[in-house]
């Protein structure tokens, strides 16, 4: 059965770092390029990071650029993405998806996670 799993959200003060981790399960991981996205309330969902077949071709919006991190380990199935300097508009929904073609756009990706709230709050 694919799945895509969050986990790792919650709750953290503004300047403070979140890590949430994506495990993958039902296709072949190594095949696919992996993408995190976030959905705000009234907003469309919009990609922040991404991550091609080799771990180094990444991409980032440039709203988290030098504050995010995307990085995949193909032995365990599982993306990351390392959130520092957190403020109140990353708040949101974080999204995990995967396809065969990267980038930051929504239509790249064919499969979804349930997504995990991330809020950054004092």
């Known amino acids: 059965q694919l799945k895509l799993v969050e986990s790792g959200g919650g709750l953290v003060q503004p300047g403070g770092s979140l890590r949430v981790s994506c495990v993958a399960s039902?296709?072949?991981?190594?095949?696919?390029?992996f993408g995190w996205f976030r959905q705000i309330p009234g907003r469309e969902r919009e990609g922040v990071a991404c991550?091609?077949?080799?771990?180094?071709?990444?991409l980032y919006s440039g709203s988290v650029r030098g504050r995010f991190t995307i990085s995949r380990d193909n032995a365990n199935n599982t993306v990351y993405l390392q959130m520092n300097s957190l403020t109140s508009e990353d708040t949101g929904v974080y999204y995990c998806?995967?396809?065969?073609?990267?980038?930051?756009?929504?239509?790249?990706?064919?499969?979804w996670g349930q997504g995990i709230q991330v809020t950054v709050s004092s």
């Open positions: 998806a995967a396809g065969l073609w990267w980038g930051l756009v929504v239509d790249h990706y064919d499969k």
């Open positions: 039902g296709f072949t991981f190594e095949n696919h390029a």
């Open positions: 991550i091609g077949t080799k771990a180094t071709s990444v």
